[in-house]
């Protein structure tokens, strides 16, 4: 990096450098250095803006282009894997935040609304040309697919296997999304669903895709449910939820689901338990968002069912993540005029960043199914 404006301080003498560098050798990467995962510096406050300001200032630095890395799901692989997100101070600012989480209900049915509004009402035009034709916005199912197409017909049968679902059954979609497993549960195992969103734009679409399907798309909080079903499932929206609303949430399960029923959790998990918010996803992807912890979910379920079976495919995330990056840079010149390049940046940090952390092993992707008890147990399909 002969004209890199890094080179116009003297690195020697530059104290934050000194502290990152021994950091990012600690696990491999090297400034300035030859391979993918190594990060190339082009600003020299970089270095003060990171160590200061944590993951905020390494996500933001990169929108503002001050740094550059050819591959961000390999550096943010080996920077997890080696734990150096736990060795950057936290900003008072991630702090206080962490803080207001423990206080506040930031999942209130007055706030849930704004994910919807600044992430899934991003443009139907954006994820229509990341996803797959089901519009699957969750991980995908890769133990015998190839495609991502592949993967998410595979999640979205695997799920409804789970379930056991049988014609003329009734099944409730907590957080239905674009309508993807609403008309695949309808269209494909016969039964009539009911789908609750808090984004304008999916609902939209999931009316458009299941127009001549017994389905139903509303929008509306899932605390305002109350009708009996035969089968309840909820896939990447437990994420949203927030631990102060664990135990309305699968009340408001309970309360819906008739005496024999299944019911069906599919969320992103943490491996520890906290209030686990990233600063950067906070304020850029996901507002409000808390990812839960198998104690978070077996405390709040305990009250209600019986846990038949827990499947972890964590794995499965990265692959996932890989194929949509690869499908968003495909689509961006189609995208860039409605969007451009900081969004791009933005968006693309995103998902290298989260499938480095599930190639990490660092969060987690459950199936938890519940029942009230079954005669005989439940013969779970995987």
Known sequence: MSSSCIEDVNLEE???????????????????????????????????????????????????????????????????????????????????????????????????????????????????????????????????????EEAQRAKLTLICDKLGLEPGMTLLDIGCGWGGLAEFAARYYGVQVTGVTISAEQQKMAQQRCAELPVTILLQDYRDLDQQFDRIVSVGMFEHVGPKNYATYFDVVDRNLKPDGIFLLHTIGAIKTDMNVDPWIDKYIFPNGCLPSVRHIADASEPHFIMEDWHNFGADYDTTLMAWHTRFMQAWPQLEAAYGERFKRMFSYYLNACAGAFRARDIQLWQVVFSRGVEGGLRVAR
């Not at 000194?18 to 250095?33: Q, W, Y």
């Not at 200061?52 to 692989?77: K, T």
Request: hydrophobic share 40%.
């Open 14 to 148: 530059n104290h934050w450098y000194r502290i990152a560098h021994e950091m990012l050798a600690g696990v491999g990467i090297e400034v300035n250095g030859p391979h993918p995962w190594d990060i190339q510096v082009k600003h020299p406050d970089f270095f003060k803006r990171v160590l200061q300001d944590g993951s905020l200032g390494l996500g933001e630095s990169y929108m503002d282009g001050w740094w550059e890395c050819a591959r961000l799901d390999m550096f943010f692989h080996r920077v997890l894997k080696g734990k150096l997100d736990q060795k950057l101070p936290h900003h008072f600012k991630d702090t206080l935040r962490i803080a207001a989480a423990r206080l506040k209900n930031l999942q209130s049915k007055k706030r849930a609304w704004i994910v919807g509004k600044e992430h899934y009402d991003l443009g139907n035009d954006l994820f229509s040309l990341m996803l797959d034709s089901h519009m699957q916005y969750s991980c995908g199912y890769w133990h015998k697919a190839d495609t991502l």
